[in-house]
């Protein structure tokens, strides 16, 4: 298993934190306008440099652009290898709000953590800092 690297998780969440409520949209990716966690992570010059990006995919219907890292990872398992994260934990800290499963109806994906009521940017900040210390608990300060 590799090395959770809690200094790029704390990088992160600090810049998470400047965002703009209404830039923070856990439920899917809106290229250039709104991002998910891993999305913000994308768009960090210094991540960019070590190799995060996102890429453009098609499934036959529309074009998406998951993150990539490394020769093959796309989406959760990039942002795992990236952060040196468990799959388990790249699914708490990545996975979304909510999914809409057909227009008008949303499936909610909450974590049992998550607090009830906050907006999306507070969820991923909740779920960054969780994840956070239960890290530096385990593997030390970063």
């Known amino acids: ?16 934190a400047t965002r703009p409520e209404a830039e923070t949209n856990l ?31 098609t499934d036959g219907y529309e074009h998406y652009y998951p993150p990539h890292f490394g020769h093959s990872d796309l989406g959760f398992s990039a942002g795992a290898t990236f952060f040196g994260l468990t799959r388990d934990q790249a699914d708490y800290l990545f996975a979304p709000v909510r999914i809409k499963a057909e227009p008008g109806f949303e499936i909610g994906v909450m974590q049992p953590s ?29």
Not at 8 to 13: E, H, I, Q, V
């Open 1 to 16: 298993m590799a090395t959770p690297d809690i200094a790029r998780l704390k990088t992160l969440r600090a810049f998470l």
């Open 27 to 57: 439920a899917r990716w809106h290229c250039g306008t709104q991002f998910c966690t891993l999305g913000w992570a994308t768009q960090l010059p210094e991540f960019q440099q070590a190799g995060l990006s996102l890429v453009e995919e």
């Open 114 to 142: 998550d607090p009830m009521g906050l907006s999306d940017k507070a969820v991923a900040l909740h779920r960054l800092d969780t994840l956070i210390s239960e890290l530096e608990a385990t593997h030390g300060q970063a």
